[in-house]
């Protein structure tokens, strides 16, 4: 099972990650969970014609047709636009009528980047419940198969800790290595050994809540006000900035104009190796997303 390695290039916006597959991924995003439906497809026009050319949506977040219809409103060609989107948990049997949804919703041909959403089967008819004969293991089997439909360009995994991810590679029809694993990155979660492992097998680590969502402890952390004033840069700029200095891509949510401009506005700066080290060592620790509402345990503490 040969992969390709990792790597970047550029700075800022213009950061541009090299994927297993040969691939370049966009560093900086859109993210899209947690969009009201008639938000999103603004916010999403809104980003293209500002610059972003990475939108990240999902199943799951139910608003894949409003996505679809912000990048065609955007005006910016489908070429120059890299989309991402997910499989979700009760759909793990069903992996081509799942991508034939959101390829439905969205008004696509295809993704560029498709992910297993979680590492959970869990049974459509009660979702309480994990599937008896099937797990992730079988899901990515799957997904191999979706490469050779011209459908994905490329296939990854998300929320998936260094357990899960070990299982997968061991496993004998695993013949594809993630393209990407999404995972929960922020100051407050920075898990830099599952960024090591990620690296280590040529998988690249995208963030998510990289702004450590809304109403984060985050916003009132001493250190990074502090440094945000000092730099004259907004905190979310310092975390998102930390993000792609730790050759992570980020993409962070928001629906509202000046914040989506704000969040773009990352070239020219940098955070010195000090500057990193303090948002790396912030003390306190916290997880946005939990895998209590989960059929299985998903997270196992090791991340960190």
Not at 76 to 93: A, F, G, M, Q, Y
Not at 109 to 119: K, N
Not at 175 to 194: D, G, I, M
């Amino acid at each position: 099972m040969a992969t390709g390695k990792t790597f970047s290039e550029g700075k800022g916006t213009k950061k541009v990650y090299t994927l297993n597959t040969g691939d370049k991924m966009p560093g900086v995003g859109l993210g899209t969970w947690q969009s009201k439906p008639n938000e999103v497809r603004e916010a999403v026009k809104n980003a293209l014609q500002m610059g972003y050319r990475h939108i990240d949506t999902a199943l799951a977040y139910g608003n894949e047709a409003e996505v679809g219809q912000g990048i065609i409103d955007s005006g910016v060609p489908r070429s120059e636009i890299w989309v991402t989107t997910k499989l979700d948990n009760p759909w793990h049997k069903r992996v081509t009528e799942g991508i034939a949804s959101s390829l439905k919703d969205l008004k696509l041909d295809y993704v560029d980047l498709y992910l297993m959403h979680w590492p959970s089967s869990t049974r459509p008819d009660d979702l309480k419940k994990h599937y008896d004969d099937w797990n992730f293991v079988d899901t990515w089997r799957e997904m191999q198969k979706l490469l050779q439909t011209g459908q994905v360009r490329n296939i990854g995994v998300s929320n998936f800790d260094q357990e899960n991810l070990e299982k997968l590679l061991a496993a004998e029809s695993t013949t594809v290595v993630p393209a990407v694993n999404q995972v929960e990155l922020h100051p407050n979660h920075p898990s830099p050994k599952l960024i090591a492992f990620n690296q280590s097998k040529g998988i690249h680590s995208t963030a998510y809540s990289c702004l450590g969502s809304t109403d984060s402890p985050l916003y009132k952390d001493p250190t990074l006000l502090d440094m945000a004033k000092a730099k004259g840069k907004t905190p979310q700029q310092l975390m998102l900035m930390w993000g792609l200095q730790r050759e992570t891509s980020v993409i962070p949510k928001s629906v509202t104009k000046s914040r989506i401009e704000a969040n773009y506005q990352l070239d020219g700066w940098e955070l010195t190796q000090e500057e990193m080290d303090k948002l790396s060592n912030l003390k306190d620790r916290f997880k946005v997303c939990g895998d209590g509402w989960l059929p299985v345990k998903v997270f196992f503490g090791n991340d960190e």
